[in-house]
């Protein structure tokens, strides 16, 4: 079973002298935030939700499909260098937007402007952006691959989730 510290990861032999590779511990992975087509390598914070077991929430064990916490800063960071648009600023705070656009090149101004145009953020991502943390999935198998990789969560899988963990 492998939980949230610094990396520990064993070789295993298999059949046929295949190999395994279990993870004990693990402080991050790759996460992909899919409608953005962005992947960065980000902090593990915390298990929060496991549909299967509540035992493996309070021993912080990452497995397939467990709902965890990660680090929303290197994606914060691609977005806003991406659109030129500061996000997860907290109510009351001045956005000094055209100031920042002021030193750009008029190349860069237009190139900003034709991705703002298509650009949504969802307001329940924009809310976990200012708390600095993000809900994610994780979608390999820790134990099999020694790896911790998964996906944000956004859209119906998002309110679901946060739906089910106010419950609780």
Partial sequence: MTKIGEPRIHEVRCRGGNKKFRALKLDS???????EVCTRKVRVLD?????????????????????????????????????????????GTVDDAKAAMAGKSSQIQAKFKARQANRTLESALDHQFASGRLLAKITSRPGQTGRCDGMILEGPELHFYQRIMARK
Avoid: C, M, Q
């Avoid at 992975?29 to 409608?35: E, K, L, R, T, V």
């Avoid at 493996?56 to 260098?81: G, M, Q």
């Fill in 29 to 35: 992975g790759n996460f992909s935030w899919g409608s």
């Fill in 47 to 91: 298990v929060t939700y496991n549909a299967s077991n509540n035992e493996l929430v309070r021993t912080k064990t990452l497995v397939k499909n467990s709902i965890i916490l990660i680090d929303a800063h290197p994606f914060k960071a691609w977005y806003e260098s991406h659109y030129g648009i500061k996000i997860g600023l907290k109510k």
